[in-house]
């Protein structure tokens, strides 16, 4: 059980709490002395110019805000006293060591660890050890706060076979605390089969596959600061990328990596990605299954490589008083070598010039000349040489070239035959002959969709290669299309990615039916499949509610089970009003913690306008919740990834009934139920969808 609080008459030395609390703030103290060495530090006699200077300012700054603490974030969450020294032999006798495990490394002055990195090896027991593994620790203990004072600990003695094994109070208590603001790190709190997953390999490729409350996205996030404590130079150069679905997402998770002391890492959405043009316009649901379809790559490589054409006539480069002729069969073979090779629309074109320039440099060592590389550099400049190129191998403006696909029926038709139907032509012509609409004149004119913009970054890369990163996190992955899958491929060729998502909770059109199909679109193929069933976050009864869904949603998925021991609180409540459902939000803010009102995107003007009539403050997802208002108001398309204390989700048929076919609005619905934390309200006035029921 959780040890008491000292009282103030307790010797220092007797009480084990007020101890801890000593080396709590001894090690703060120590904390606050690197931050003070890394800003005294002088660099002005160390560098040998400006841009050195530029760059190890910039390093030394980052430093400083890693070293920041957070005063209401523990410094330390556990310790490891360890039988024998870690890397010793086992002697009989050897002395074992003891560490604090927190989010990240601290030493005092002689350099001596008080804090060590919960991502170091020496740290890992503290989440895998058990009654049946100890891996030789004798005491793992764990600390409760409040805010960021020490409040309790608990001790388990994993070497002693006198004690049985038992679940920790604290940590449940941890799981189970309410919560304000936005997402938590999870650190203290990671279990055995998630850190299996936070710490594999930078080689391999990762798909997390994860229902409600199992934790998949604090996983994904935590492997990233793992990876990035372990390949620290690597990962430095090539770079890392955390990829969410909206900013609301991106907004709420966006401190999880700085409280572990990781500031480097970007974070984006898929249209950041592929920002070529200004997206303005939309597409029905069958444009945009259309466009998100594999089948586009093969029209766009067509299209893009039907403006090679084989040279007709020879080609004649003047050189002062000399010229030299090629024929046009060489010019040909030239043209075909290059089509076979395994190289970017774009590197062939710059690599022709140089082709007929040695081609020319041979001609001249042949009649007993001496050229050298300046005199190829300047023949593949020849006005002649840039002429013939120009015709053969012209330049390809990717934005010009999608313009081109979806406006003019014939060049679609000739590139898309045997590829796409005429159906499907016609579906994603932005003006199909009969139509009497007018097609878009130039590439700024257009109203580009989102869908638009995955085909011209498809394009822009058959012409030029994507620049590669080190790591990819790419989240809520199930409602990606396979272009979009890779597009997200391209920002990872040589490095690796973690792939996390639920199918069960694919809410697009286009969503992927499996993980083996979506890595094979995302280039890793040989990915490893790991599957989370334990839920944390979702009481059981609600869970064991919104599982009613999964027969009809994803058959083949094994339900969460939660394993927390609060079985929440669950209500179905049949109204004849918003202002049952409000008076639903006014119970729950009675409660510690955040409140969520979701509802069908249509029915969110009318609920804004119910709260503001009652008095009641109400945030839209991504801002930030405060002390004085605690309710976010949430379109169920937005509500995916996001979590509160306590959720009132209005009117479920109105959710299933804004998408546009039944799986989708069921899916969107297993969504909307799952975002309870502690407590869910469900209120309507018509039927539950008889799925529920």
Known sequence: MPSMPSTPSTPVDDDPLARERAHLAASRGALRAMREDAESLDISDVTANWVNAQI????????IKALADLSDTPLFFGRLDYLHAPGAEQAEGAEGEQFYIGRRHVHDGDGDPMVIDWRAPVSQPFYRASKKDPMDVGLRRRFGYTGGALTAYEDEHLSDPAEAARTSKLLQREIERPRVGPMRDIVATIQPEQDEIVRSGLGGTVCVQG?????????GLHRVAYLLYAHRERLARTGTLVIGPNRSFLHYIEQVLPALGELAVRQGTVDDLVAHVEVRGTDDAAAAVVKGDARMAEVLRRAVYSHVSMPSEPLVVVRGSRRWRLPAYELEEMVRELLDRDIRYGAAREALPQRIAHAVLVQMERSGEAPDDRVQDAVARNSAVKAAVKEVWPAVDPAKLVLRLLTD?????????????????????WAPPGSGRRPARSVKAARWSAADAVLIDEATDIVERTHSLGHVVLDEAQDLSPMQYRAVGRRCTTGSATVLGDLAQGTTPWATRSWQEALGHLGKADA???????GFRVP??????????LPHIAPGLTPVASVRENPGFFDLRPVTGTAETVAACEELLRNEGSTGLIAADARIPALAEALTASGI???APGEETTAETRLTLVPASLAKGLEYDYVVLDEPQAVVDGEPDERTGLRR??????????????????????QLT
């Open 409 to 429: 029926a014939d060049f679609l038709a000739e590139h898309a035959k045997g590829v796409l139907s005429e159906d499907e032509q016609k579906t994603i012509l």
């Open 56 to 63: 190890l300012e910039r390093q030394i700054e980052e430093r």
């Open 669 to 690: 619905l297993y969504v909307a139920l799952t975002r309870a934390v502690s407590g869910l309200i469900v209120t309507h006035t018509t039927p539950l969808p008889p």
């Open 211 to 219: 229902g409600p409350g199992t934790g998949k996205t604090a996983v």
């Open 540 to 549: 059981t009864d609600v869970i064991t509610y919104a599982s009613r869904l």
């Open 528 to 534: 490893v499949i790991e599957e989370l069933t334990a």
């Open 617 to 619: 403050g109400h945030l």
